[in-house]
Structure formats: structure tokens, C-alpha cells
């Protein structure tokens, strides 16, 4: 039996391994893909939205060759910080089921089983995406997860969503060749699109580089072209692949199905605020899942703080 089983090796896992190693409370991390599988799977050419500092955890410094590190930087970082504190990653081992009580739980894997006095999930929120729910969503050639451009050279796109994702999909897209068009319920890019983005997508946009249609949505996809329902009325575009940028969710039904109870509305579930431990006693939360639907609250800068408040209370609880 080990002190601690953590769900998900992400940063804020990551962090919490950190934190309780520091206090002498013993942890496996568990990981259904590799060490922070959710930033392995960004598009290849992703600049975090921050500076290195809002990244570390451990007192691990972090640095960039910018202001603002890449992806590959991450990977490189999150790696040494999990080399430098030796920390017990099982990577490939999905958690099917969690049972059992506080100070003797068991987490069922792909792999066998582990037996813990307390459970910490961070499983983030990057594995579920917001679905369309139109018909046609069901073919290959829809793709929610964008990774890279060249693919789709000399291709009719369509990008769903207005958001820095959308924005900066279409953008790598049309500077690759692809023939690009934008849709969105909204009436314009959204506004909080990053300053070094924005302008440069609405420029594209307003000289019909990109193709958008706002205040618009998605109808039906087929195998050769889309549907939309516009203010103008249904239109029908040449399609060969279809990116919906439209966001992802917690798996709000691993969360239930194990105990915690979820805000009917936001999905928010029932945490306390100093120590995050959930309404069933022995598991916590850490990281964005504690923000329900509204996954823009909780980022790497502030889930990574989760892990020394939960460690502290663990601690003290088992010695």
C-alpha cells in the first residue's frame, strides 16, 4: 500500500507528487497516456499564453529562449522536474474504477490495482471535447484536437469556433495553403482573443483571405461539404475536413460515478476551499476539474498552488 494514488500526471499531478514527497508522504502517479499527456497532444507550434515563472512548479526554475516558452520547452521542463524529484509515474495505466473507503482505497487500472489511504484526481479536462450534435459529427474527417497544418494543403476547411484555438488554427492553416472558413454562433472573433492574434485574424477575415460566417452555425456534415445555418439563410460549402476549436470538458461521469457531487448547473463539484477534499471523504480534487464547465478559471499558474494545500492536509492526516 502507498499513502497516495494521484489520477493524472499533468502539472498540477505533477505538483501535487511534489508537495507530498516534500512532506514525506508517499505517492504513485498514474497516467492513462505519457507525463503531461494533455501539452504533449497541443499543436506542435503552441506558445504558452504566459511567462516561465507562472509555469514552475517545485522551485524548479524554468526557462525559455522568449518571453514566452513553447511546447516543446514544456515537455522538456515537466520532464526534468519529474527526473529531479524521482517521482513514481505509471504512465500508460488508465484508471478504470476507484474503490473502497477513506484510508483503504483501491485504484483498478489497465494494469492491476494499487491500495491507498487517500486519492487526489487531476485529470484536467483536455479529453473530452464539446460536442456540435449535428448529424454527420461521427465522420473521420472531423478533428477536435488541431496538432499541425501541412495535412491539409490545397484543402476546403472549415474551423467552428472564434476563440485563440479557432483563431490560430485558421490562421496555420491558410498561411499553409488550405482554402479556410470560419463559423461562429458569436457576431465576431471573441475578445479575448490574445492582442498578437486578434488583429491578425480579423485582418485576414476583412480581406476575405479566411472566409467567416458569424452569428452562424454548423448543420449538418457530410463527406464532401457542410451545412450552415446563417442570417442569410442556409449555406452549403465544399468541405474536406472540419476542425471544431469548440472546447473541452472534466469527465463529469468518472467524477459522479466515484462519489463526488457536481453542481447540477456548472458541474462545479463540492470541494472544501482550503484543502480540496471532495464530499467523499479521502479523495480530493486538484486542478481544473475543480471548476466544473467553467474550465477558463484554472490554468497551469493557479491549479499548480492546489497540490500544497491538499499535501498539508493529507500530511497531517496520515503522519
Keep these: ?100 473507503e477513506d484510508g483503504a482505497f483501491v485504484t483498478v487500472t489497465s494494469r492491476g490495482e494499487h491500495r491507498s489511504k487517500k486519492v487526489i484526481l487531476a485529470t484536467g479536462y483536455y ?16 478533428i ?20 485563440n484555438s479557432a483563431a490560430i488554427a485558421a490562421l496555420e492553416l491558410w498561411w499553409t495553403g488550405a482554402r479556410v472558413t470560419l463559423v461562429h454562433r458569436g457576431a465576431g472573433i471573441h475578445p479575448h482573443v490574445k492582442y498578437w492574434i486578434k488583429p491578425n485574424i480579423e485582418n485576414r477575415l476583412k480581406n476575405g483571405e479566411i472566409k467567416g460566417y458569424f452569428s452562424s452555425r454548423v448543420t449538418a456534415i457530410r463527406e464532401r461539404e457542410v451545412e450552415l445555418e446563417t442570417p442569410e439563410g442556409p449555406v452549403t460549402l465544399a468541405n474536406d475536413f472540419v476542425f471544431a476549436m469548440t472546447g473541452y470538458r472534466p469527465d463529469f461521469e468518472f467524477l459522479a460515478a466515484h462519489g463526488i457531487t457536481l453542481n447540477a448547473e456548472t458541474g462545479r463539484p463540492a470541494v472544501n476551499a ?4 471532495s464530499a467523499r471523504p479521502g479523495m480530493y480534487l486538484a486542478g481544473v476539474v475543480v471548476a466544473g464547465v467553467h474550465t477558463s478559471e484554472i490554468f497551469i499558474e493557479n491549479g499548480r498552488f492546489h497540490g500544497g494545500a491538499i499535501a498539508q492536509d493529507i500530511a497531517a492526516k496520515v503522519g
Design 127 to 142: 479529453d473530452i471535447p464539446n460536442l456540435l450534435g449535428v448529424p454527420g459529427e461521427e465522420l473521420p474527417k472531423l
Design 274 to 277: 482550503e484543502t480540496y477534499e
Design 144 to 163: 477536435h484536437y488541431y496538432k499541425e497544418a501541412h495535412p491539409y494543403y490545397d484543402q476546403d476547411v472549415l474551423v467552428v469556433g472564434a476563440k
Design 1 to 100: 500500500m502507498t499513502d497516495v494514488v494521484i489520477v493524472g500526471a499533468g502539472p498540477t499531478g505533477l505538483a501535487c507528487g511534489i508537495e507530498l514527497k516534500k512532506r514525506g508522504v508517499r505517492a504513485v502517479l498514474l497516467d492513462k497516456g505519457c507525463v503531461v499527456n494533455s501539452l504533449y497532444h497541443y499543436p506542435q507550434n503552441m506558445v504558452f499564453f504566459t511567462t516561465p515563472e507562472l509555469l514552475e512548479i517545485g522551485d524548479i526554475p524554468m526557462t525559455s529562449l522568449n518571453d514566452k516558452p513553447n511546447r516543446v520547452e514544456g515537455l522538456k521542463y515537466y520532464r526534468r522536474v519529474a527526473d529531479h524529484y524521482e517521482l513514481d509515474i505509471r504512465q500508460y495505466e488508465r484508471v478504470e474504477r476507484i474503490t473502497g
